[in-house]
Antibody, heavy 129, light 109 residues
Framework: EVQLVESGGGLVKPGGSLRLSCAAS????????MNWVRQAPGKGLEWVSS????????YYADSVKGRFTISRDNAKNSVYLQMDSLRAEDTAVYYC??????????????????????WGKGTTVTVSS | SSELTQDPAVSVALGQTVRITCQGD??????ASWYQQKPGQAPVLVIY???NRPSGIPDRFSGSTSGNTASLTITGVQAEDEADYYC????????????FGGGTKLTVL
């Protein structure tokens, strides 16, 4: 069964740090780009960060750039999110998500498509004094 | 970065058809994907690519795109379809980031 399991959430004071982990199983982890997506209480989904299969390409949302660091260990089938200088607005459920890709031939040529096909159940981060 | 716009709420009578839309410039370059989220649960992918459904998603769910607008259509809505629906796509603003719509709460009457 394809599965992502997050851990590491909890209560932390503003300015503090937390490290989230995501353990993958049931698929060839080293072949996929992985993401963190968060959802603040009562709000919508927000993409946080992506890391390519080889860790060569890493991207962050502007809201977390310079404070969060994404990494992965393909030998351990795991992806991580180091969160520093946490703020109240970082309070959210954090989901680990797999990116999948595909392509097909269209009139204009090859069309590539991207989607988030596997989601973990999430881990809750609360930033409060 | 790009933005995706969704209507905050839509309601539909049981058994009828509903269309949920998502608008944004990134959709001129990338297909939207659609996710269903029920209270207290993680999102679930329901539509990707031009109009593909993952295994296990009923065929009453379908997708389409025209210009900068993507649509999710549910034909013959069931009570269990009541949920929040989110669209997303890659960001066409220069970085390979992702952008989500604000979500549409679907109420089944």
């Amino acid at each position: 069964e394809v599965q992502l399991v997050e851990s590491g959430g909890g209560l932390v004071k503003p300015g503090g740090s937390l490290r989230l982990s995501c353990a993958a199983s049931g698929f060839t982890f080293s072949s996929y780009t992985m993401n963190w997506v968060r959802q603040a209480p009562g709000k919508g989904l927000e993409w946080v960060s992506s890391i390519s299969s080889s860790s060569r390409s890493i991207y962050y949302a502007d809201s977390v750039k310079g404070r969060f660091t994404i990494s992965r260990d393909n030998a351990k089938n795991s992806v991580y999110l180091q969160m520093d200088s946490l703020r109240a607005e970082d309070t959210a459920v954090y989901y680990c998500v797999r990116t999948n890709t595909g392509s097909h031939i269209a009139a204009a040529g090859t069309v590539f498509y991207y989607y988030m096909d596997v989601w973990g159940k999430g881990t809750t981060v609360t930033v409060s004094s | 970065s790009s933005e995706l716009t969704q209507d905050p709420a839509v309601s539909v009578a049981l058994g009828q058809t509903v269309r949920i839309t998502c608008q944004g410039d990134s959709l001129r370059n990338y297909y939207a994907s659609w996710y269903q989220q029920k209270p207290g649960q993680a999102p679930v992918l329901v539509i990707y690519d031009k109009n593909n459904r993952p295994s296990g998603i009923p065929d009453r769910f379908s997708g389409s795109t025209s210009g900068n607008t993507a649509s999710l259509t549910i034909t013959g809505v069931q009570a269990e379809d009541e949920a929040d629906y989110y669209c997303n796509s890659r960001d066409s603003g220069g970085n390979p980031n992702w952008v989500f719509g604000g979500g549409t709460k679907l109420t089944v009457l």
